[in-house]
């Protein structure tokens, strides 16, 4: 098998680029010079390096047989006076809680007091049930029609009156001539007190330091006694016949 290939079967350059390069020569190209740049570690980075050359060896060169054996201790914080009274105390309430005997508590009678209402509260409910009964049962048809006329009430002889006073008083504030004033020296008085606001001044004195230097302890204790009037027979008879 012929591994040639056929002029057919290369492949076709174009026209313009085929001109171009038969066109082409060397004497055209610029001369350039080319530098090469070699970039030098700083003074820092050999530090670094130096570093971990030195870590390095020394990992490689470490001897296991030179570490000394140490013991280690663990210590034990004791707790607090404080932390040892409230321990204490909260194991006592807790077994307070636990041993508590129900059979120590007395037993205890729950009296349910119904308060009956006063005369004047029946007087104030009947009064108030009328009045909604006969809201409620009114009868429209019983009314009467009423024609509602709208009266002008003119004013009477007193108000013109004084009407025209304010109107007249008006007109002589807004055309007032302040060049007609008079030129008037004023003189401040104090006004003393009266013997009666002294007094008095004295007295609320004295009221206010009593208030104030009060002593509680000074009071008697006094035991309040809550009284629930019944109603008596007669009331009780007026309400079953209600």
């Known amino acids: 098998m012929s591994t040639e290939t056929h002029l057919k ?56 047989d030179k570490l000394k054996r140490t013991s280690t201790s663990e210590k034990i914080v004791l707790p607090t006076p404080e932390d040892v009274e409230a321990e204490k105390q909260a194991i006592a309430h807790l077994q307070a809680v636990e041993g508590f005997n129900a059979a120590n508590l007395k037993h205890a009678n729950t009296q349910e007091k119904v308060v009956l209402p006063a005369k004047e509260d029946i007087e104030t409910e009947r009064t108030h049930q009328s009045i909604f009964q006969g809201v409620t049962g009114f009868d429209k048809t019983s009314m009467r029609h009423a024609e509602t006329q709208e009266k002008i009430a003119l004013p009477a002889k007193e108000d013109i009156e004084t009407e025209k006073t304010h109107q007249s008083i008006f007109q002589g504030v807004t055309g007032f001539d302040k060049s007609q004033m008079r030129h008037a020296e004023t003189e401040e008085k104090v006004a003393l007190p009266a013997k009666e606001d002294i007094v008095a001044e004295k007295g609320q004195q004295a009221l206010r330091q009593g208030i104030e ?22 009331e009780i008879e007026q309400e079953k016949k209600a």
């Open 9 to 64: 079967d290369l492949p076709k350059v174009d026209t313009a680029l085929k001109g171009q390069l038969e066109a082409f020569t060397p004497d055209k190209l610029k001369k350039i010079d080319t530098e090469e740049k070699v970039t030098l570690p700083t003074k820092d980075d050999v530090e670094q390096e130096k570093q971990h050359l030195e870590l390095v060896d020394n990992i490689k060169q470490f001897r296991s």
């Open 213 to 234: 230097g009060f002593n509680p302890s000074a009071l008697k204790r006094t035991e309040t006694q809550e009284k629930n009037k019944l109603p008596t027979k007669e």
